[in-house]
């Protein structure tokens, strides 16, 4: 019995020892590339996996994410020979495990090394302005170049982008100064478009004021014309109205000699040094025998 137990014993540590340590979970996004007496044999992907004790080895763990790498800012010179300083972001990832731990030694290294050099011979094509403004095009071109490179190393180069460009003191302060002029260029050209509007919509008010004083002009000399022309009418109008009482009256010779006699003395009462003599004189007489005639006819 006790051999037994002593048996069992034994057996139960030589699982915990050999068997248990050899047992692995591999997680997502994770991937183990294993060997066997010191060559490839597989790779596991995400699971449970149990290798042989002593025979089989994991000889990397690979993560399958996207994986960024901010590198050092490398010294560039451009086509016009000015120096400067650029820091490049890459952004790549793990396609093949295998060919990532057996294509080169210290891939990220590599990657590194690779980004500067295309770096420099891509900048070197380059004039400064071109430089500064063209940062989509190399871009695009190191993102071309290293991934083409990088196929053989299981890699993928998603993304680079250049994270700083960093000219020389002298040409940052020259640079400062132009766009301080520039700016001030178009304030000048903003505060001239500003004053020419405002002078043409001064203009336009003054026109519009002149026109309206004119119309205004207009519109009142037509009313004074206007009442003087009812004016007139009215009084031609009274005097056809009289005109027409006197003819329906059947007014005699007399009435008429007296409103002539009644216009006479309006005349006379007036400052006119002038006397009109009536030329056939016993015609005044009559006419004054007649006035009398007609008050005391009338008391």
């Known amino acids: 019995m006790d051999s037994f137990m002593f048996i069992i014993i034994i057996i139960a540590i030589i699982v915990v020892v050999l068997i248990l340590p050899n047992i692995r979970v591999v997680p997502q996004a994770k991937s183990y590339v294993i060997e066997r007496l010191g060559s490839y044999f597989t790779t596991w992907g995400n699971g449970l996996h149990v290798k042989i004790p002593f025979i089989d080895r994991v000889s990397n763990q690979v993560t ?37 731990t057996y294509g080169v030694e210290n891939p990220i290294n590599a990657i590194e090394n690779l980004t500067a050099t295309t770096l420099r011979n891509i900048i070197g094509e380059l004039e400064l302005d071109q430089t500064l403004t063209s940062r989509d095009l190399i871009n695009s071109k190191m993102r071309s170049i290293l991934d083409e490179a990088t196929d053989a190393w299981g890699i993928k180069i998603n993304r680079v982008e250049l994270k700083n460009i960093l000219p020389p003191r002298e040409i940052q302060e020259a640079m400062e100064k132009q766009m301080r002029a520039e700016r001030e260029r178009r304030e000048q050209i903003l505060k001239a478009e500003g004053e020419k509007r405002s002078s043409i919509l001064i203009a336009e008010g003054e026109k519009e004021s002149a026109i309206l004083r004119a119309e205004a002009d207009k519109q009142a000399k037509i009313k004074a014309a206007e009442g003087e022309a009812e004016s007139l ?13 006197i003819k329906e009256a059947k007014a005699d010779e007399n009435v008429i000699a007296l409103k002539s006699l009644e216009t006479l003395s309006n005349m006379a009462n007036g400052q006119s040094t002038k006397i009109i003599v009536p030329s056939d004189l016993q015609n005044v007489a009559t006419l004054g025998t007649t006035i009398k005639e007609m008050l005391k006819n009338d008391k």
């Open 233 to 245: 009418l009215k009084v031609k109008t009274a005097e056809a109205e009289g005109i027409r009482l």
């Open 64 to 100: 399958l994410k996207e994986i960024v790498k901010d590198f050092a800012p490398q010294p560039v010179i451009t086509k016009d020979n000015v120096t400067m300083q650029i820091d490049t972001v890459v952004y790549f990832q793990i396609t093949d495990p295998k060919l990532y």
